[in-house]
Each structure stands twice: as structure tokens, then as C-alpha cells.
């Protein structure tokens, strides 16, 4: 167990690689970098933290399996067929396996676009939460269209393929010597967020729930406040002592705390003053976000980020 903490340290104390600034770590594959085994049987693939490109293949997000001993579960799809199917490949060359299961953390193109490959193969289940499959359905060809836009004939195969099965509160796997639980722990970054829960592990999963290398994006349908209270009465009494976020490399939960919970807090405080210093939406885009101008996407996000915040904070 000694180097899975060795390597859990480096990982901390590393140059942030899964960067905007590198295009592709793993030039024989589609994947952005090849998968790493966080602790025993669970691997992660550690996507680009840029927005999808035509360079990183659409792989921005962690694509991660769990090997039990009977069987092989992916969590995240993966963001088109063909990045589905070098997901695959690798997981071939760790294990013999059969892939049993994928879980779609949300319904965002780079979670579920990949379905079209795992669908072609014999005895998948593939499982989200509901809210997500209605996401997918309703934006599904729009994520679609974009994703081939970008990634031209790295799309190739690419169709819509829900999920085979839903669920609204948990969904419990016991496969080998693993209990995998599926959880929706309440409103967070996207309709039906989940996370994979390994309590014999204590390790979790967290999708989007959780950011640290990359600054988190706060769409329109976003309640922060909700995401907050998620956090503190879900998400961290889980008590995890690793956390494979949604975008960046493995981690603990004092640093997915210190840039999604704690940063969630602090934008909201100061949209907040801004509010009662009578400020209007048009210069609430440039309260101060300098704690974490370091992060990732932050020249793409923070802007918007604080314009969202602030037209939830002017109703609530």
C-alpha cells in the first residue's frame, strides 16, 4: 500500500500536467494520458484540463475503471466512440476482465457520448441518474453537433445512446470483492451529479462535485447555494481520504474543499457585497477572484462565473 501513498503524493506535489499549456501527454493513444492506478484496482486516465480540442481528442474529463476481480466498471464514458474504445484498450492491457458496467457521472457530452461504443459491447449495463438521462436526451444532439464541430473525423462513429438504466438515489454493485455504490447526494454542479463511492477504499469518485486544478464552471442552471449545501451535509461526511475529482489528478479533500466548496463561499461573498453596495450585473463580472486567478480555465470562467452567481444571489 506504501507507493499507492508515495504516488498519491506526487501527484500532490507535482506540476499540474493535466494542463491548458500541453495539448497531449499520450500521443500513441486518443487519450490525453495514459491511466494511472490511483490505489489498488482503480485507475484513472487524467484528462486535459482545457476545454475540449481537436489536439486532446475531447478527453478534458478523468475516465476511470475499477478492476474487482470479477469484472471491470467504468465510470465516464468518455466524450465519443473512438475515445471510448482507447479507454478500452488500455483497460485490455491492464486486465482480462470483461467490462460489466459504465456509469455516466452526469449528462454532459463528455460522459455520455461514449455510450455509442460501450452499447456495441456484449453485456454492458450502462447507468445514470435520471435527471442526467433527461439532460442527455434534451441536449444530447446539440453536445453532439459541437463535439463533431471540434473534433472532425475524431468523432467518427460518434451517435446518441442513452443510458440502458436510471436511477434516483443510489445504485449499489457488488461485483468481486468490491461494493461500488452510485450515489446522487443532492443539487451540485449539473442535473443528476453523481459520484462513486468505494467505502472499503475510502475512496470516492466525486465526477463534479469536487475541483482543484481547473477553475469549476458555474452554468445557468448552477444553484450554488444548493451545490454548498450538498457539500457540507453529503459530500464530505462521506469522510473519503482519496478523491478522484472530475478534472485533474487525484487528490484529498482538503484541496477539492479549498477550490470548489471554499471557492463557491467566497464568490458568493463577494457577489454578496456587491449586491448590498448596490452594484449592478454589468460590473459584478469583475469582483475579485484573484485567490484563484492560478486555476485552469480561469481566463475562460470567472467572469461568467461571477455573472451567474450573481443573477441567482439578485432573487434569492
Known amino acids: 500500500m506504501m ?7 506526487a501527484l500532490l506535489t507535482a506540476p499540474a500536467l493535466a494542463s491548458e499549456d500541453i495539448a497531449d501527454q499520450y500521443p500513441a493513444s486518443l487519450l490525453y494520458s495514459k491511466p494511472v492506478e490511483v490505489i489498488p484496482g482503480v485507475f484513472s486516465a487524467i484528462g486535459a484540463t482545457a476545454p475540449p480540442t481537436y489536439e486532446n481528442a475531447g478527453h478534458n474529463n478523468n475516465l476511470s475503471f475499477i478492476v474487482t476481480g470479477d469484472g471491470v466498471v467504468v465510470i465516464n464514458a468518455g466524450g465519443s466512440y473512438l475515445l471510448a474504445e482507447a479507454l478500452h484498450k488500455e483497460i485490455r492491457a491492464v486486465t482480462d476482465q470483461p467490462v460489466k458496467m459504465v456509469f455516466d457521472e452526469n449528462g454532459q457530452g463528455h460522459a455520455m457520448l461514449g455510450n455509442s461504443y460501450w452499447a456495441e459491447q456484449d453485456g454492458v449495463a450502462i447507468v445514470a441518474h435520471a435527471d442526467a438521462a433527461a439532460e442527455f436526451e434534451e441536449y444530447g444532439a446539440q453536445s453532439l453537433q459541437s463535439t463533431q464541430s471540434v473534433l472532425k473525423e475524431r468523432a467518427d462513429k460518434t451517435q446518441l445512446v442513452p443510458p440502458t438504466q436510471t436511477f434516483e438515489d443510489e445504485f449499489i454493485v457488488e461485483m468481486g470483492d468490491m461494493r461500488i455504490e452510485a450515489l446522487y447526494l443532492g443539487p451540485a454542479h449539473s442535473p443528476g451529479d453523481i459520484v462513486i463511492w468505494l467505502p472499503q ?18 452554468f445557468h442552471h ?41 471557492y463557491l463561499v467566497y464568490l458568493r461573498g463577494k457577489v454578496g457585497e456587491h449586491l448590498e453596495d448596490g ?20 481566463e475562460e470562467l470567472a467572469t461568467r462565473n461571477a455573472g451567474r452567481v450573481y443573477e441567482q444571489m439578485e432573487f434569492e
Request: hydrophobic share 40%; charged share 20%; net charge negative.
Open 201 to 218: 477504499k475510502e475512496l470516492v469518485i466525486s465526477g463534479d462535485m469536487a475541483f482543484h486544478e481547473r477553475m469549476l464552471p458555474i
Open 3 to 9: 507507493r499507492y501513498f508515495i504516488l498519491i503524493s
Open 279 to 298: 452594484g449592478d450585473l454589468a460590473d459584478a463580472y469583475y469582483v475579485d477572484q484573484s485567490p484563484y486567478a492560478h486555476l485552469d480555465t480561469f
Open 222 to 262: 448552477t444553484l450554488t447555494a444548493d451545490w454548498i449545501e450538498t457539500w457540507e451535509t453529503a459530500f464530505e461526511p462521506l469522510g473519503a481520504t482519496y478523491v478522484i475529482p472530475g478534472h485533474g489528478h487525484p487528490t484529498n479533500m482538503d484541496q477539492v474543499r479549498r477550490y470548489t466548496r471554499d
